[in-house]
């Protein structure tokens, strides 16, 4: 039943094509390690290069998954180009040779995506896709053609926070992306199972976003918001040596720690020549429902405090509110649900000052 099983796997693997060396997956030797427990679940390796299409990952699971008796499927998808460590011994009187240093990589201009803004923070728990998904509604909602994109590779929550599940189709080797709330939106989450951990190195972090950039059909856009992962890594190198970035907006919450943690994030995009338009403090307060009064939680001051250290505006603070939470775990931002609240009326104020900052800067 094993044996049967297995070769219909493999089967169904020869039927999944990688378009760039035009044979299927198994003969390109992109398999490994094809497990299958007694009660027919099954999990392989994938074996990417940078030069690979990243929506590859979704083609093997699907194509397993519709194989009959198998129960669940997990894809791991490994970087095939990380070089192979190898010891060698030291020659005696022998200067080790430097390696030659690889040229960086020239950014590319996308006209089609208008205004390109990176939402970041210096760590996680901080509200940064909150910020990131309702400044895209809150500029859509003014008139704006925008786009969303998920670059959170290690934790892609926009599709959950934007209430969107469905795979984008592909036509002409490009994906359509859905349109949520009258935004364009792609993530890693559209195209890989939800429990699908993505371990995967610097070159395919590089090779997703910038397929995220040129392969996904956005349209003619004027604002592309890109929802960040935490901290300075290799997102956010990727994302400025792929294409050219208007602009940046740290999200922090008033405690020091957050603060020490979003001034790296400052440095890190003035070293790449990015704009950093300013800075957000989110959960500033908790607005008590009864009486209004503000109730500093996580301390206060910490976002304008910062703000003055680095020189930057402070575009909004932000209080905390149970709705945000409800909102960004059932697809409705609190924008749309409650335009009203306290907390819509300052992602509404982000919204604006980010406009007259776009427009205040040379036009693209």
Known sequence: MADNLQDRIRFALTQVRNPRLGVNVLDAEMIRDIAITPDARVRLTLLLTPEDDATLVRDVFSAVAAVEGVTDVRVDPKDASAPVQRRMLPVVDAAPKAPPRPAAPQPSAYPNLGRIIAVSSGKGGVGKSTVAVNLAVALSKGGARVGLMDADIYGPNVPRMMGVSTPPPVVDQRMIPPVVHGIKVISLGLLIPRDQPAIWRGPIVMKLIGQFLKD???GQ??????????????????????????GAIIVTTPQVVATGDALRGVKMFERVNVPVIGIVENMSYFECPHCGKPSPIFGEGGGERLATEVG????????????????????????????????????????????????AAVPV
């Open 312 to 359: 930057l505006p402070l575009l909004a603070r932000i209080p905390l509110d149970p709705r945000v939470v409800a909102g960004g775990d059932t697809g409705a931002p609190i924008v749309i649900t409650a335009p009203a609240s306290s907390a819509a009326v300052a992602l509404a104020g982000l919204a604006a000052r980010v406009t007259d900052a776009l427009h």
């Open 216 to 218: 996904v059909d956005w």
């Open 221 to 246: 856009l004027d604002v592309l918001i890109v929802d960040m992962p935490p901290g300075t890594g290799d997102a956010q190198l990727s994302l400025v040596q792929s294409t050219h970035v208007h």
